[in-house]
Protein backbone atom coordinates (compact mmCIF):
# COMPACT_ATOMS: atom_id res chain seq x y z
CA UNK A 1 0.00 0.00 0.00
CA UNK A 2 3.02 2.43 0.99
CA UNK A 3 3.69 2.30 -2.79
CA UNK A 4 -0.35 3.21 -4.01
CA UNK A 5 -0.29 6.01 -1.58
CA UNK A 6 3.46 7.52 -2.81
CA UNK A 7 1.63 7.44 -6.36
CA UNK A 8 -1.18 8.86 -5.22
CA UNK A 9 0.59 11.58 -3.62
CA UNK A 10 2.70 12.22 -6.65
CA UNK A 11 -0.34 12.69 -9.13
CA UNK A 12 -1.62 15.64 -6.17
CA UNK A 13 1.04 17.25 -4.33
CA UNK A 14 3.28 19.29 -6.43
CA UNK A 15 6.96 18.63 -6.17
CA UNK A 16 10.32 18.95 -8.32
CA UNK A 17 10.62 17.05 -11.52
CA UNK A 18 13.55 14.68 -11.39
CA UNK A 19 14.03 15.54 -15.00
CA UNK A 20 13.27 19.73 -15.24
CA UNK A 21 13.79 20.58 -11.90
CA UNK A 22 10.24 22.23 -12.06
CA UNK A 23 7.48 22.25 -9.55
CA UNK A 24 4.69 20.49 -10.85
CA UNK A 25 1.72 18.27 -10.08
CA UNK A 26 0.85 15.11 -11.62
CA UNK A 27 4.20 13.49 -11.34
CA UNK A 28 4.91 9.45 -11.33
CA UNK A 29 7.58 8.85 -9.61
CA UNK A 30 8.70 11.98 -10.00
CA UNK A 31 9.03 13.18 -13.31
CA UNK A 32 6.53 14.96 -15.03
CA UNK A 33 4.73 14.26 -18.29
CA UNK A 34 7.10 16.44 -20.80
CA UNK A 35 10.12 15.05 -19.52
CA UNK A 36 8.48 11.14 -19.47
CA UNK A 37 7.96 12.17 -23.08
CA UNK A 38 11.54 13.38 -23.72
CA UNK A 39 12.85 10.46 -22.26
CA UNK A 40 10.14 8.15 -24.38
CA UNK A 41 11.79 9.22 -27.58
CA UNK A 42 14.87 8.32 -27.08
CA UNK A 43 16.01 5.07 -28.85
CA UNK A 44 18.77 2.76 -28.28
CA UNK A 45 22.32 3.21 -30.47
CA UNK A 46 25.77 1.88 -30.14
CA UNK A 47 28.02 4.43 -29.02
CA UNK A 48 31.94 4.23 -28.50
CA UNK A 49 34.39 6.14 -26.87
CA UNK A 50 37.37 7.73 -28.47
CA UNK A 51 39.82 6.09 -28.04
CA UNK A 52 38.34 3.16 -26.78
CA UNK A 53 40.25 0.95 -23.94
CA UNK A 54 41.75 -2.41 -24.52
CA UNK A 55 39.19 -5.00 -23.46
CA UNK A 56 35.59 -2.49 -23.67
CA UNK A 57 32.85 -4.72 -25.32
CA UNK A 58 30.65 -3.54 -27.61
CA UNK A 59 28.59 -1.05 -25.50
CA UNK A 60 24.60 0.39 -26.03
CA UNK A 61 23.06 3.64 -24.69
CA UNK A 62 19.89 4.39 -24.59
CA UNK A 63 21.14 8.22 -25.54
CA UNK A 64 23.76 10.84 -24.39
CA UNK A 65 24.24 12.24 -20.98
CA UNK A 66 22.19 15.19 -21.18
CA UNK A 67 18.97 16.77 -20.39
CA UNK A 68 15.89 15.22 -18.81
CA UNK A 69 17.92 11.84 -19.06
CA UNK A 70 21.02 13.21 -17.18
CA UNK A 71 19.00 15.20 -14.46
CA UNK A 72 17.11 12.13 -13.54
CA UNK A 73 20.05 10.32 -13.48
CA UNK A 74 21.57 12.57 -11.37
CA UNK A 75 18.27 12.93 -8.80
CA UNK A 76 18.81 8.90 -8.46
CA UNK A 77 22.25 8.32 -8.06
CA UNK A 78 22.90 11.39 -5.57
CA UNK A 79 19.96 12.98 -4.72
CA UNK A 80 18.24 9.55 -3.02
CA UNK A 81 15.20 9.86 -5.23
CA UNK A 82 15.21 5.59 -4.91
CA UNK A 83 12.01 5.63 -6.57
CA UNK A 84 13.05 6.71 -10.19
CA UNK A 85 15.03 3.00 -9.74
CA UNK A 86 11.49 1.32 -10.97
CA UNK A 87 11.55 3.60 -14.73
CA UNK A 88 15.29 3.86 -15.13
CA UNK A 89 14.98 0.06 -14.87
CA UNK A 90 12.78 -0.36 -17.61
CA UNK A 91 14.90 2.25 -19.69
CA UNK A 92 17.67 -0.11 -19.03
CA UNK A 93 15.42 -3.12 -19.88
CA UNK A 94 15.27 -1.60 -23.89
CA UNK A 95 18.54 -0.85 -23.88
CA UNK A 96 19.67 -4.30 -23.09
CA UNK A 97 16.89 -5.94 -25.70
CA UNK A 98 18.07 -3.71 -28.19
CA UNK A 99 22.06 -4.35 -27.45
CA UNK A 100 21.05 -8.50 -27.11
CA UNK A 101 19.00 -8.33 -30.23
CA UNK A 102 16.69 -11.95 -29.86
CA UNK A 103 14.93 -13.24 -27.19
CA UNK A 104 17.97 -15.60 -25.37
CA UNK A 105 18.84 -16.40 -22.01
CA UNK A 106 20.61 -13.99 -19.85
CA UNK A 107 22.88 -12.87 -17.24
CA UNK A 108 22.94 -9.10 -16.00
CA UNK A 109 26.21 -8.13 -14.39
CA UNK A 110 25.21 -4.95 -12.98
CA UNK A 111 29.14 -2.90 -12.62
CA UNK A 112 29.73 -2.86 -8.13
CA UNK A 113 29.31 0.17 -5.77
CA UNK A 114 32.15 0.18 -3.84
CA UNK A 115 31.58 -0.07 -0.10
CA UNK A 116 31.33 3.18 1.04
CA UNK A 117 29.58 4.48 -2.21
CA UNK A 118 26.90 1.68 -1.28
CA UNK A 119 26.40 2.98 2.04
CA UNK A 120 26.72 7.21 1.43
CA UNK A 121 23.24 6.30 -1.47
CA UNK A 122 21.78 3.82 1.02
CA UNK A 123 22.29 0.31 -0.83
CA UNK A 124 24.11 -0.40 -4.21
CA UNK A 125 22.49 1.92 -7.13
CA UNK A 126 23.04 0.04 -10.18
CA UNK A 127 22.01 -3.57 -8.29
CA UNK A 128 18.75 -1.81 -7.99
CA UNK A 129 18.53 -0.55 -11.54
CA UNK A 130 19.37 -4.25 -12.67
CA UNK A 131 16.51 -5.86 -10.71
CA UNK A 132 13.88 -3.55 -11.85
CA UNK A 133 15.41 -4.34 -15.67
CA UNK A 134 15.45 -8.11 -14.90
CA UNK A 135 12.03 -7.73 -13.89
CA UNK A 136 10.87 -6.00 -16.96
CA UNK A 137 13.12 -8.42 -19.36
CA UNK A 138 10.94 -11.55 -17.63
CA UNK A 139 7.63 -9.94 -17.36
CA UNK A 140 8.50 -9.53 -21.29
CA UNK A 141 9.43 -13.15 -21.79
CA UNK A 142 12.88 -13.13 -21.46
CA UNK A 143 14.88 -15.62 -19.14
CA UNK A 144 16.95 -13.60 -17.04
CA UNK A 145 18.74 -13.57 -14.10
CA UNK A 146 20.92 -11.08 -12.09
CA UNK A 147 24.17 -12.39 -10.87
CA UNK A 148 27.67 -10.57 -8.73
CA UNK A 149 30.45 -12.08 -9.86
CA UNK A 150 32.84 -9.05 -9.42
CA UNK A 151 33.74 -7.38 -6.11
CA UNK A 152 34.61 -3.28 -6.03
CA UNK A 153 37.67 -2.51 -4.32
CA UNK A 154 38.12 0.86 -2.69
CA UNK A 155 38.87 3.83 -5.03
CA UNK A 156 38.89 7.17 -5.46
CA UNK A 157 35.66 9.55 -6.78
CA UNK A 158 35.76 9.57 -11.00
CA UNK A 159 34.67 13.01 -10.65
CA UNK A 160 37.86 13.97 -8.80
CA UNK A 161 39.73 12.38 -11.35
CA UNK A 162 41.10 13.30 -15.33
CA UNK A 163 41.63 10.32 -17.80
CA UNK A 164 44.72 8.80 -16.76
CA UNK A 165 43.71 8.97 -12.84
CA UNK A 166 40.77 7.15 -13.94
CA UNK A 167 42.42 4.72 -15.86
CA UNK A 168 44.79 3.60 -13.17
CA UNK A 169 42.06 3.66 -10.99
CA UNK A 170 39.82 1.39 -13.17
CA UNK A 171 42.72 -1.16 -13.34
CA UNK A 172 42.63 -1.96 -9.73
CA UNK A 173 38.95 -1.55 -9.31
CA UNK A 174 37.56 -5.30 -9.65
CA UNK A 175 38.16 -8.20 -8.39
CA UNK A 176 36.08 -11.46 -8.70
CA UNK A 177 34.08 -13.34 -6.33
CA UNK A 178 33.95 -17.15 -6.07
CA UNK A 179 31.20 -17.67 -8.26
CA UNK A 180 31.53 -20.78 -10.29
CA UNK A 181 31.21 -20.91 -13.76
CA UNK A 182 28.15 -20.04 -15.64
CA UNK A 183 25.48 -21.68 -16.09
CA UNK A 184 23.05 -23.10 -18.85
CA UNK A 185 19.57 -22.70 -19.02
CA UNK A 186 16.43 -24.60 -19.01
CA UNK A 187 17.49 -25.96 -22.51
CA UNK A 188 21.12 -26.33 -21.76
CA UNK A 189 22.05 -22.68 -24.08
CA UNK A 190 24.90 -20.88 -22.32
CA UNK A 191 23.02 -17.60 -21.48
CA UNK A 192 24.38 -13.98 -22.70
CA UNK A 193 26.48 -12.33 -20.09
CA UNK A 194 25.30 -8.64 -19.85
CA UNK A 195 27.20 -5.82 -18.42
CA UNK A 196 25.53 -2.98 -16.93
CA UNK A 197 26.00 0.48 -15.84
CA UNK A 198 24.97 3.45 -15.44
CA UNK A 199 26.64 6.18 -17.53
CA UNK A 200 29.60 5.52 -19.62
CA UNK A 201 32.38 8.20 -19.97
CA UNK A 202 36.00 6.81 -21.14
CA UNK A 203 34.92 3.13 -21.04
CA UNK A 204 37.88 2.58 -18.73
CA UNK A 205 35.77 0.56 -15.85
CA UNK A 206 33.65 -0.83 -18.07
CA UNK A 207 36.53 -2.50 -19.57
CA UNK A 208 38.50 -3.04 -16.44
CA UNK A 209 35.23 -4.92 -15.22
CA UNK A 210 35.15 -6.98 -18.75
CA UNK A 211 38.68 -8.14 -18.36
CA UNK A 212 38.26 -9.17 -15.29
CA UNK A 213 35.12 -11.31 -15.88
CA UNK A 214 36.77 -12.42 -19.13
CA UNK A 215 39.25 -13.59 -17.33
CA UNK A 216 37.18 -15.71 -14.88
CA UNK A 217 35.05 -17.35 -17.48
CA UNK A 218 32.30 -14.69 -17.37
CA UNK A 219 33.37 -12.70 -20.80
CA UNK A 220 30.24 -10.22 -21.43
CA UNK A 221 29.36 -10.08 -25.29
CA UNK A 222 27.97 -6.52 -24.97
CA UNK A 223 27.53 -3.23 -22.31
CA UNK A 224 24.28 -1.71 -21.40
CA UNK A 225 24.59 1.85 -20.33
CA UNK A 226 21.51 4.63 -19.80
CA UNK A 227 23.71 7.24 -20.94
CA UNK A 228 26.74 8.48 -22.89
CA UNK A 229 28.89 11.53 -22.07
CA UNK A 230 29.70 13.27 -25.48
CA UNK A 231 33.30 14.37 -25.84
CA UNK A 232 33.55 18.44 -25.92
CA UNK A 233 35.87 19.36 -28.83
CA UNK A 234 37.11 23.45 -28.15
CA UNK A 235 35.64 25.59 -30.79
Known amino acids: MSGLWADLADLVLPADCAGCRERRSGLRHGVCPACVAALGQSRPRAVRPTP??????????????????????????????????????ALLAEVVAAAVGETRPLVLVPVPDTAAAARSRYGDHLDRLARHCAARLNR???????????????????????????????????????????????????????????????GVT????????????????????????????PS
Open 52 to 89: APPGLPSCVALGPYAGPLREVLLAYKEHGRHGLARPLG
Open 140 to 202: GGWAVRVRHPLRALPRPDSVTLDSAGRAAAAEAAFQPRSTGPIRGGAAGAAPVVVLLDDIVTT
Open 206 to 233: LAAASRVLTATGWAPTVAAVLAATEKRH
